[in-house]
């Protein structure tokens, strides 16, 4: 019984160090898993910016626009680097964008595929509310946010 026990705990040690050591900062497969350092973010409706979000000034320039009853054609949520260039997310690690809408009242975003970079504004009823865009890091739905936008207004007109 008790080369039993020994062997319960000596398994139960080594799983424990093996989830410690997955779940570690450090560079434990060889795989680096820089994400690059994002400066803005652009939100790109039909090939033109439509509003852009500075990391260094924590403010918008532009705002987002839509019918009450209507929804925006595709539009695009691009991390940019400091050169201006698309930020490029490693294939081995999980990052994904979540939305959030103060008032869904008033509007919603929706994306076609949960996660994906990008999605439709949806006008729920006139009025105004602001958006916020988070890169979240981890599986979808129960990651944390590496990065979160201020909030950008959100304006839904009469159609």
């Not at 062997?7 to 779940?23: D, E, N, R």
């Not at 939100?43 to 209507?70: D, H, K, R």
């Not at 105004?128 to 990065?147: N, Q, Y």
Request: charged residues 20%; hydrophobic residues 40%; glycine residues 10%.
């Amino acid at each position: 019984m008790q080369f039993s026990f020994r062997k319960h705990t000596l398994a139960m040690t080594l799983v424990g160090s093996l989830v410690l050591a997955a779940c570690s900062d450090g560079d434990v497969t060889g795989v680096e898993d820089d994400h690059g350092e994002a400066a803005q973010v652009q939100l790109v409706m039909n090939g033109s910016v439509i509003a852009t979000f500075t990391f260094a000034t924590n403010s918008w320039v532009g705002e987002m626009e839509v019918e009450a009853g209507q929804e925006t054609p595709h539009i695009d949520v691009n991390f940019l680097d400091e050169d201006g260039d698309i930020v490029p997310f490693s294939t081995n690690v999980e990052f994904y964008l979540e939305v959030e809408v103060e008032d869904p009242t008033i509007a919603e975003f929706e994306q076609d595929t949960p996660g994906e970079f990008g999605g439709h504004l949806h006008g729920e009823a006139v009025g105004e509310t602001d958006v916020r865009f988070m890169l979240m890091h981890g599986a979808i739905g129960s990651g944390h946010a590496d990065l979160i936008t201020a909030w950008v207004h959100a304006h839904v007109e009469a159609p």
